[in-house]
Structure formats: structure tokens, C-alpha cells
């Protein structure tokens, strides 16, 4: 089995900001609730122009230039979203056709928050077994489109943005462990009701607003925190590590009040948790893929340190990443 390492990251996010005074004007809520109950001040939201695919492709460029790669040398292209372009083809073919990538198998996964950690879980196992060596793995969100604007429980938390790595074989180092988890039982916490073959667009499903995000916030938060830790512990013991050894830890970007209650559950100092949510708010898929480049970008992650990506959503879907860097 070949090591695999992270060698190229990028991201994107939308010029146009909404801050928390913006949405002041459009629903009973105060920048002081919001700040508070969820350490967001502001988030991107893409222009009308844009789908999941363009933020895709600006971040996969830059992630294809740190890696030296050109797109015509991507074996497997997977792309995580839950607001792909269109139902079919996949998100991912879009970003094949944009970037130019000939050469590439691709497709969309669908695991919500967790995406980008089940994204990269799946291109490893590919490129560990031998099968292709370069492989190009987004996150990228349009949430705006699919938020209920007049819902002051979730209007207020989304944001718009993409993230990005590419992952080849590496003579040192990279990925330690993996680690994967579901529960379907708790999918009625966070869904989008309507748009499947459950409940097809009709003219009474867009009255309902079931095309947009529907959260139980209070028990998912509670999940959270409980997952969160217990997928980090567990990908750590996996190769005999302990939450001492941990230099970085890059998580969902949900709510600054479950990151604070994670740290203390795994024991790893505030200061170790990298947190880009009161620029970016919750980009589900592309909150761990922009942390983890911007963490990167900032001089957080030097060669030799031990970070840790971990994510939960809705599904429940929830994992974890050890990477030696
Ligand atoms: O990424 C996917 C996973 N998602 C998450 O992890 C989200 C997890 N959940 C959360 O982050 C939190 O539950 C929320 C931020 C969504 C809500 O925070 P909370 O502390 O759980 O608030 P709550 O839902 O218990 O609501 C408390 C109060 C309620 O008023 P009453 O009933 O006490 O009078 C709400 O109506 O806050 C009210 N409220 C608001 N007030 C001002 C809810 N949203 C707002 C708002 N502005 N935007």
C-alpha cells in the first residue's frame, strides 16, 4: 500500500459578504444573538451567475498549481455537495469539462457536512491500492440557494464557498488513519424535504418551502459534540496516538459553541482548533476544505505535524482524518 499525502490545497469564496447587520434588516435576529449563539459575523454569498461547479473549479485551480499538476494529469475527480448543479451529471463532470481534465474518472458524493472527509477517505483508497495517482477532491457549496431566507433558526448560519486538495502518493508521511461513521435513523435532524423522488418539485413543495434546509438545531448541536470527539479519539487510537500528539485540528465549522465544547471533551487547547467560521459561517462540505487551506496558508501546519479533520452532518454522517503532514 503506496502513502498518500495532501500536495496542493485551494479555495474560493464569493465576493458578496452578508453580515450579520444585513440580515438584522430581513429577520427578527441581532448580530449579538448571532455572534454569541454561533460565532458567525458574516458569509459569502455567490452571485446568480454561479453554481457549485464555478466555486469548484476557482478552488481546484489553485490546489492543481501548489501541486504542480496540470488537469490533464487527474486520474479521479470527486466532488462532495449537496447543492451539485444539476441532479445529473454530477457536479464533479462539470468541474471535469471546466478544468479541462480529459483523463479523469468522476463522480459526487453525497455525506453532506462530512464530505470532504468522505471525499478524501474514498480518493485515498484508490491511490493507496494503486489504482490511479493523482486525484483532485472538492468541497463546494451553494447553501444560499437552498436556505429558507425568511427562517431566522437557519438563514442566519449558511454560507457560500469551495475548498480543495489534490491527493497523490507521497514517500513520507500523509495519511495515518480514516475514519467513517452513519447513523440513518437521525436523518429527520437535517434535511432538504422536497427535490428527490421522495417528494418531487411540485408547485405545493415550493409553497412549503421543503426545498430548503430543515434543522432540529438544538439535538443535532447535541450529536455534535458527542461525534465530533468520539470520531477524533477513535482515528487517533486507530495508529496509536493520543489527543497530546494532535498539532492541528481542522474541524466542521458549525457553531463556535460545539468546537469550544469538542476541545474540551478531546482535552486539545482552544488555540489548536483552527476556526474560520465568523468569516464564513457553515459552508457544510467546504467548511473543513477552505479550514484546512487557510490553516495551511497561515503557517498552522508545518511538515511533521499531526492534524486532525474531523466533521459531522447530516445523515448523520460523521468522520475523521489523521494525517502526519
Ligand atoms: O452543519 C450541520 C450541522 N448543524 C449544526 O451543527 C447546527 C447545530 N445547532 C446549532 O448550532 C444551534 O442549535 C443553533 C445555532 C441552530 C441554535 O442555537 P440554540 O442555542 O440551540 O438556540 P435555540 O434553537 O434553542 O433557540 C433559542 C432561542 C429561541 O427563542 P425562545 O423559544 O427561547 O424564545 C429561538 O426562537 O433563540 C431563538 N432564535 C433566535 N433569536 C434571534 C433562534 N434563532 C434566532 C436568531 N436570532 N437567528
Redesign the pocket.
Known amino acids: 500500500m503506496k502513502n498518500v499525502g495532501i500536495i496542493g490545497l485551494g479555495m474560493y469564496v464569493p465576493e458578496k459578504k452578508l453580515t450579520n447587520q444585513d440580515l438584522e434588516k430581513m ?4 448580530d449579538e ?2 455572534t454569541t ?2 460565532g458567525i459575523k458574516e458569509r459569502r454569498i455567490a452571485d446568480k451567475s454561479q453554481a457549485a461547479s464555478d466555486l469548484a473549479v476557482n478552488a481546484a485551480r489553485e490546489a492543481l498549481a501548489q501541486a504542480k499538476l496540470k488537469p490533464e494529469d487527474l486520474d479521479l475527480i470527486i466532488v462532495a455537495t449537496i447543492t451539485p448543479d444539476t441532479q445529473f451529471p454530477s457536479t464533479a463532470c462539470w468541474v471535469q469539462k471546466a478544468l479541462g481534465a480529459k483523463k479523469a474518472a468522476s463522480f459526487d458524493i453525497s455525506a ?2 462530512a464530505g470532504y472527509i468522505y471525499g478524501i477517505t474514498i480518493a485515498q483508497q484508490f491511490i493507496a491500492n494503486g489504482v490511479y495517482k493523482n486525484a483532485l477532491v472538492v468541497g463546494t457549496e451553494v447553501l444560499s440557494r437552498i436556505t429558507d431566507w425568511t427562517d ?2 437557519t438563514c ?2 449558511f454560507g457560500d464557498g469551495a475548498g480543495s486538495c489534490v491527493l497523490a502518493p507521497v514517500k513520507e508521511n500523509g495519511i495515518l488513519s480514516t475514519y467513517l461513521a452513519s447513523d440513518g435513523e437521525l436523518g429527520d435532524l ?1 434535511l432538504l424535504p422536497a427535490g428527490g423522488s421522495r417528494n418531487p418539485a411540485t408547485h405545493q413543495t415550493v409553497d412549503e418551502k421543503l426545498h430548503t434546509i430543515k ?1 432540529q ?2 439535538e ?2 447535541k450529536h ?1 459534540v458527542k461525534l465530533l470527539g468520539e470520531a477524533t479519539k477513535i482515528a487517533l487510537e486507530k495508529v496509536g496516538l493520543s489527543w497530546k500528539d494532535i498539532d492541528c485540528v481542522i474541524p ?1 465549522q ?2 463556535i459553541r ?1 468546537l469550544l465544547a469538542m476541545a474540551k471533551r478531546i482535552g486539545v487547547p482552544e488555540d489548536k482548533i483552527y476556526m474560520n467560521i465568523a468569516r464564513y459561517g ?1 459552508m ?1 462540505s467546504a467548511s473543513t476544505a477552505t479550514a484546512l487551506t487557510e490553516a495551511f496558508r497561515d503557517g498552522k501546519i508545518k511538515k511533521g505535524d499531526i492534524v486532525v479533520l474531523v466533521a ?3 445523515g448523520l454522517v460523521w468522520g475523521s482524518i489523521v494525517i502526519k503532514w
Open positions: 429577520v427578527d435576529t441581532s444573538w448571532i449563539r454561533t453532506a457536512c431566522r433558526s442566519v448560519l437535517l434543522m438545531g438544538n443535532v448541536f455534535a466542521h458549525a457553531n460545539i457553515n457544510s459531522f452532518g447530516g
